[in-house]
């Protein structure tokens, strides 16, 4: 074992005591998020209510996890109840909902909020919300007058306006400051009815483990009638998002979790710089084309052969003009400037002008001046500009 590797080691392992330490000294807050999750034991849980629930419905209750939509598609109910709890629902399922409900059977939801087009066609809108840090629930109904439940934690205070005249309001949120508002309403749906609660706080693990908070409960789903139960929940697809939940709410679990990503990030930072390998720098090749052309460039002018520069200048329009323009050079008489007028564009006067600085550069005894070669190249270049 060298040097190097110890101290690597002692860093790691006093890394690991202080975050050992900080854990250890830390103090347990509460989780007061409202989840709604069944396998939630923090006070916005629903463990204790589903402990509860097959006790509550004499084990006349079935759990399922697909979508309302799917599972009505797929089964075939005779009139039942219906329950949903704080459960994000597409339209299609709540129609489904409401089809049952329509066909005899009797759907409970307990749910803040429920889509606008669906509140619609049942009969109320839900738009009103208090702020008041306290409330407490109510029923109306005179055999259950004695039944209440307090809200003191995070109420969320809405309740329903608006209210339709044929919704019945079988319960109500009392407050100190406030008139007193729906909060449980009743909905004759075809042949069947429609109870909507919107404080699903009062069947979460805080409340029910309250006194006397129980009684409340058992007199809203007492309004259910006495058969089977479908009960949808989230699926196994809502918790696979939280994988590490419980790995995280045990102790040793998420020590040894810790050390694990710990150990891992120190391995891939060590073995990887040790690994590292120089990597030499290649000079890209260099582009020795325009230096070419710049030598013979300036030999040109060195030499000073103007005529010869035309008629090279000459012998690669002409060039291009076959190979581009598809059109024969051989006769550079009216007709190849008609033609290399249509297919250029450019004026007749360029294009004779071109013809006659062409013809001079293949006479071998014309007499050519510099201006003749700057005059010659303008055009030509003009009129390659296609």
């Known amino acids: 074992m060298n040097k190097t590797f110890k101290i690597y080691a002692v860093i790691f392992i006093v890394v690991m005591i202080i975050i050992a330490l900080f854990e250890v000294n830390k103090t347990e807050s509460t989780d007061w998020r409202k989840n709604f999750d069944i396998q939630e034991k923090s006070p916005f849980g629903l463990f204790v209510f589903n402990a509860e629930i097959k006790d509550l419905f004499k084990n006349k209750v079935k759990k399922i996890e697909q979508t309302p939509y799917d599972f009505y598609n797929q089964n075939k109910e005779k009139t039942h109840n219906i329950l949903v709890i704080e459960h994000n629902i597409d339209k299609p399922s709540w129609n489904k909902i409401l089809n049952e409900v329509s066909n005899g059977s009797d759907a409970l939801l307990i749910v803040s909020e429920i889509p606008k087009d669906i509140s619609d066609s049942i009969g109320y809108y839900d738009s009103k919300i208090s702020f008041e840090d306290n409330n407490v629930l109510k029923l109306t109904d005179t055999k259950f007058q004695n039944d209440f439940i307090k809200l003191d934690k995070f109420p969320s205070g809405r309740g329903f306006t608006f209210i339709k005249p044929n919704v019945e309001v079988l319960g109500k ?12 309403i009743k909905v004759k749906l075809g042949k069947g009815n429609i109870y909507v609660h919107c404080e699903p706080l009062f069947i979460t693990n805080y409340y029910l483990l309250k006194p006397g908070s129980v009684k409340y409960a058992q007199d809203v789903f007492s309004y259910l009638d006495d058969r089977e139960t479908i009960w949808f929940v989230e699926g196994n697809s809502q918790a696979s998002r939280y994988f590490m939940r419980f790995i995280l709410s045990n102790p040793a ?3 040894a979790w810790w050390v694990l990503l710990g150990g891992l990030l120190l391995f891939i930072f060590f073995n990887a710089k040790r690994k590292q390998r120089i990597v030499p720098i290649i000079e890209p090749l260099k582009n020795t084309s325009v230096d070419f052309v710049k030598s013979i460039g300036n030999l040109y002018l060195q030499e000073g052969d103007f005529h010869d520069m035309m008629a090279k200048k000459a012998q690669y329009f002409l060039n291009k003009v076959r190979m581009d323009l598809l059109i024969d050079t051989q006769n550079l008489d ?21 013809i006659v600085l062409i013809k001079k550069a293949q006479d071998p005894y014309a007499s050519v001046m510099k201006e003749d070669l700057a005059g010659m190249n303008k055009v030509l270049d003009e009129i390659v500009k296609m």
């Open 173 to 184: 949120t009392v407050e100190e400051n406030n008139s007193d508002q729906a909060n449980f």
């Open 253 to 255: 679990l998420k020590y």
């Open 334 to 354: 009216e007709e190849f400037a008609k033609k290399l007028h249509l297919k250029t564009g450019k004026p007749m006067e360029m294009i004779n002008e071109a």
